[in-house]
T-cell receptor, first 115, second 113 residues
Framework: EAGVVQSPRYKIIEKKQPVAFWCNPI?????LYWYRQNLGQGPELLIR????????DSQLPKDRFSAERLKGVDSTLKIQPAELGDSAVYLC?????????????FGQGTRLTVV | GNSVTQMEGPVTLSEEAFLTINCTYT??????LFWYVQYPGEGLQLLLK?????DKGSNKGFEATYRKETTSFHLEKGSVQVSDSAVYFC????????????FGKGTSLLVTP
């Protein structure tokens, strides 16, 4: 089966510009996650979707970040405007459903550099 | 809240050496525990997991045992290979996090010939 697909792989933008990341999860996976991974750190959850509903967005900086998951499949994460501190790798993951022991499958990530 | 603490890296070992990467956690209830690995240029992938106390997860020669009494899930391998060079992340999920993964900071492993 195809894995989680993210695009673009790399993005370089100037500060104050907008940027968007796209994620296509594994077919049949109801749960979708966006994580941010800073250099030398573990991934940190930004938002979790169950189907098309954002059930946990408590860690999403809502002043500049937004996300959507239309029709409960693909998802887009947007930053507007970007700041220097947003430079990181943005990871998308999906799983069948949120229960104990469920494995999450990760995409290769989008490496964002804000200059 | 949930938290995961891993030993600091980088860890450098010679081929065929014994590997231990320590991991301890703080969580309520009965979390599930995971080790994910990130090979150079690749995405995160599950290495092994354990869902209840005293369970042992194993894969590719790696093992980790869920120790509730010490809140630990240490990763071990008896004989590492150059191809094991990667970053290893300990993580947990529980109902508090909606079963989203809480990761440690990662431990970089370099195995030399």
């Amino acid at each position: 089966e195809a894995g989680v697909v993210q695009s673009p792989r790399y993005k370089i933008i100037e500060k104050k510009q907008p940027v968007a990341f796209w994620c296509n999860p594994i077919s049949g996976h109801n749960t979708l996650y966006w994580y941010r991974q800073n250099l030398g750190q573990g991934p940190e959850l930004l938002i979790r979707y169950e189907n098309e509903e954002a059930v946990d967005d408590s860690q999403l900086p809502k002043d500049r970040f937004s996300a959507e998951r239309l029709k409960g499949v693909d998802s887009t994460l947007k930053i507007q405007p970007a700041e220097l501190g947003d430079s990181a790798v943005y990871l998308c993951a999906s799983s069948r459903q949120g229960v104990a022991g469920t494995e999450a499958f990760f995409g290769q990530g989008t490496r964002l550099t804000v200059v | 809240g949930n938290s995961v603490t891993q030993m600091e890296g980088p860890v450098t070992l010679s081929e065929e050496a014994f590997l231990t990467i320590n991991c301890t956690y703080t969580a309520t209830g009965y979390p599930s525990l995971f080790w994910y690995v990130q090979y150079p240029g690749e995405g995160l992938q599950l290495l092994l997991k354990a869902t209840k106390a005293d369970d042992k997860g194993s894969n590719k020669g790696f093992e980790a045992t869920y120790r509730k009494e010490t809140t630990s899930f240490h990763l071990e391998k008896g004989s590492v290979q150059v191809s094991d060079s990667a970053v290893y992340f300990c993580a947990l999920t529980n109902s508090n996090s909606g079963y989203a993964l809480n990761f440690g900071k990662g431990t970089s492993l370099l195995v030399t010939p």
